[in-house]
């Protein structure tokens, strides 16, 4: 019997439970987040957009995922 | 006349930089900076709505090939968040060039300046092409210059207000001593400040509310565009100086009786 662990992440400040093991490229993917288009914190350290897929995330991470809006 | 705007090693032909903030929707954000002419677009850096992501995206809207993209600190009230606000922009990859603002208190939206001077000496060290927003003070200026911003950016009056250049003097000494560009940034309201600011021999103007709260954004823009280039042919023409009393333009000779 294999049980689904989930892990807890804080994403842009709301809490997410998330598949175990997941990598940042994944959860963007389950978010539909284009990567292309955003930054990503991880633990108020910036991940390179080429490091996505090797980035796997852990429980208890804070991520902020942000990107440019109109202004002035 | 080929005249540019020399920015941080760059030529630009638009003396006039836009925001994007406050328009309908990113379609007539496009179309306003279209009509503006502008070269330079400020952005600012904000948390990707999670619940809703697949909203449509600015940079969908302005190809950073063909605009420079200006990110802002907008919304930051300390040096550590203007720091990581530039950081976060970079790693966009739409260059160095960012737009220092640390705001000091949220009714007036002046700058901390002690909290400017300390992220643009940090920006500066780790590379950034910094403009920094400041109050129309020449001794703010020349501490920025001097700590390595490629430019300074004095209001004309408080963000938004639309009161236009309100201490003329003051730019006035801030452009007889800056070696690097100033640009008048904030608080312009109509065409003809946006002139005044150029006429003085200002570099560029850089508005966001005055064209995106005007009742036809579009043709405010263009307005904009024709009023820092009247300006600024103005500026480069040399104006006559003012006199208390008349001159007249037809001969006086040749008068018949």
Same mark, same amino acid.
């Given at each position: 019997?294999?049980?689904?662990?989930?892990?807890?992440?804080?994403?842009?400040?709301?809490?997410?439970?998330?598949?175990?093991?997941?990598?940042?490229?994944?959860?963007?993917?389950?978010?539909?987040?284009?990567?292309?288009?955003?930054?990503?914190?991880?633990?108020?350290?910036?991940?390179?957009?080429?490091?996505?897929?090797?980035?796997?995330?852990?429980?208890?991470?804070?991520?902020?995922?942000?990107?440019?809006?109109?202004?002035? | 006349?080929?005249?540019?705007?020399?920015?941080?090693?760059?030529?630009?032909?638009?003396?006039?930089?836009?925001?994007?903030?406050?328009?309908?929707?990113?379609?007539?954000?496009?179309?306003?900076?279209?009509?503006?002419?502008?070269?330079?677009?400020?952005?600012?850096?904000?948390?990707?709505?999670?619940?809703?992501?697949?909203?449509?995206?600015?940079?969908?809207?302005?190809?950073?090939?063909?605009?420079? /993209? %200006?990110?802002?600190?907008?919304?930051?009230?300390?040096? =550590?968040?203007? $720091?990581? +606000?530039?950081?976060? #922009?970079? !790693? &966009?990859?739409?260059?160095?060039?960012?737009?220092?603002?640390?705001?000091?208190?949220?009714?007036?939206?002046?700058?901390?300046?002690?909290?400017?001077?300390?992220?643009?000496?940090?920006?500066?060290?780790?590379?950034?092409?910094?403009?920094?927003?400041?109050?129309?003070?020449?001794?703010?200026?020349?501490?920025?210059?001097?700590?390595?911003?490629?430019?300074?950016?004095?209001?004309?009056?408080?963000?938004?207000?639309?009161?236009?250049?309100?201490?003329?003097?003051?730019?006035?000494? /801030? %452009?007889?001593?800056?070696?690097?560009?100033?640009?008048? =940034?904030?608080? $312009?309201? +109509?065409?003809?400040? #946006?002139? !005044? &600011?150029?006429?003085?021999?200002?570099?560029?103007?850089?508005?966001?509310?005055?064209?995106?709260?005007?009742?036809?954004?579009?043709?405010?823009?263009?307005?904009?565009?024709?009023?820092?280039?009247?300006?600024?042919?103005?500026?480069?023409?040399?104006?006559?100086?003012?006199?208390?009393?008349?001159?007249?333009?037809?001969?006086?000779?040749?008068?018949?009786?």
């Amino acid at each position: 019997m294999r049980f689904l662990i989930f892990m807890r992440l804080k994403i842009n400040g709301e809490e997410r439970d998330v598949a175990d093991g997941v990598s940042l490229t994944g959860l963007l993917e389950s978010l539909q987040i284009r990567p292309g288009r955003v930054v990503v914190e991880r633990n108020k350290e910036i991940v390179p957009r080429d490091s996505f897929g090797a980035t796997l995330l852990a429980d208890g991470d804070v991520l902020e995922i942000v990107h440019f809006v109109g202004g002035g | 006349m080929e005249d540019f705007f020399e920015l941080a090693g760059a030529k630009y032909r638009s003396r006039l930089i836009v925001g994007t903030g406050k328009y309908k929707d990113f379609a007539e954000t496009k179309r306003a900076i279209e009509a503006s002419g502008a070269e330079i677009v400020t952005v600012a850096v904000r948390r990707v709505n999670i619940t809703d992501p697949n909203k449509e995206n600015l940079l969908d809207y302005l190809d950073p090939k063909r605009y420079t /993209i %200006l990110p802002n600190t907008a919304g930051c009230y300390n040096a =550590d968040d203007a $720091v990581r +606000t530039c950081r976060l #922009a970079r !790693e &966009a990859g739409v260059g160095k060039l960012v737009k220092l603002e640390v705001i000091g208190d949220d009714r007036t939206l002046f700058p901390d300046v002690p909290a400017t001077l300390d992220a643009a000496k940090i920006l500066v060290k780790e590379g950034f092409i910094v403009l920094p927003y400041i109050t129309d003070d020449p001794i703010t200026a020349q501490k920025l210059e001097d700590l390595g911003c490629a430019a300074v950016m004095p209001l004309a009056a408080p963000i938004g207000s639309g009161l236009g250049i309100r201490n003329p003097y003051n730019i006035r000494i /801030i %452009l007889e001593h800056a070696k690097v560009p100033v640009i008048v =940034d904030a608080g $312009v309201g +109509t065409a003809s400040d #946006a002139a !005044e &600011a150029m006429e003085m021999g200002c570099a560029g103007v850089l508005m966001n509310t005055a064209i995106a709260g005007a009742k036809n954004p579009i043709l405010m823009a263009e307005a904009m565009r024709q009023g820092v280039e009247a300006g600024r042919k103005a500026y480069l023409a040399g104006r006559i100086p003012k006199k208390l009393y008349a001159t007249a333009s037809s001969p006086l000779e040749g008068l018949f009786a």
